[in-house]
């Protein structure tokens, strides 16, 4: 079975700060990783996916992520980030053949000025 | 294109009653999962259908169920409400050509269980 953790609940930083946010995983199997943002009274909105290949994942709005797989890890990182980035952030795998996302239990980004 | 779309956005039902919420995938898009979010559980995978079949199923009771029809759009149902079915309940749809497709999410629905 999958399962993904998220390490921080919510992640205080000023604008134009620097961020990292966690996710860790669990799997026996390979799997494809997600990171989706969601805004208030909104949907999820796919920021970026690792399916193969290169292990730094370029995404939407500047996000990047690392795939590291001895550690089992796939953090989100941005250099700098604005007011407009404050948003509940959730990292998902994915089974091969399956479309059951299980995802993390989210991790709340508060940028302040 | 247009985006998945849901209907209604928001409701209100008592115990005991029944709902069915809706689900427009993406043109061209013939797999839609659904999803329950909850503050206290977060994201949970309810169901996946694909060419009106379900293929996946989550680990909820037999109240909630679901259909898909011919033009891909989904439904899911759940029949005698209880107070912790109230949720954000997402949709998503995606192309299901391979494992590596993207799941496009819905605005959802948000129903309230009084």
């Known amino acids: 079975a999958q399962s993904v953790t998220q390490l921080d609940s919510q992640v205080p930083v000023f604008e134009e700060a620097p961020v990292e946010l966690r996710c860790n995983y669990s799997?026996?199997?390979?799997?494809?990783l997600f990171w989706y943002v969601q805004y208030p009274n909104q949907g999820l909105q796919l920021l970026l996916k690792?399916?193969?290949?290169?292990?730094l994942v370029k995404g939407i709005n500047g996000f990047e992520a690392e795939f590291n797989k001895s550690q089992t890890s796939f953090h989100l990182r941005k250099p700098s980030v604005h007011i407009s980035d404050t948003a509940e952030y959730f990292c998902?795998?994915?089974?091969?053949?399956?479309?059951?996302?299980?995802f993390g239990s989210g991790t709340r980004l508060l940028v302040r000025p | 294109k247009a985006g998945v779309t849901q209907t209604p956005r928001y409701l209100i039902k008592t115990r005991g009653q029944q709902v069915t919420l809706s689900c427009s995938p993406i043109?061209?898009?013939?797999?839609v999962s659904w999803y329950q979010q909850t503050p206290g559980q977060g994201l949970q995978f309810l169901f996946e259908?694909?060419?009106?079949?379900?293929?996946n199923k989550g680990n909820f009771p037999g109240r909630f169920s679901g259909r898909q029809f011919s033009n891909s759009r989904s439904e899911m149902n759940v029949s005698t409400l209880e107070l912790g079915d109230s949720a954000l309940y997402l949709c998503?749809?995606?192309?299901?050509?391979?494992?590596?497709?993207?799941?496009?999410f819905g605005p959802g629905t948000r129903l309230t269980v009084l």
């Open positions: 998503a749809s995606s192309l299901a050509v391979g494992g590596t497709d993207t799941q496009y």
């Open positions: 799997s026996s199997v390979s799997v494809y």
């Open positions: 690792y399916l193969s290949g290169s292990t």
């Open positions: 998902a795998v994915r089974r091969d053949s399956s479309y059951k996302l299980i």
């Open positions: 043109s061209g898009h013939r797999s």
């Open positions: 259908y694909f060419s009106e079949t379900q293929r």
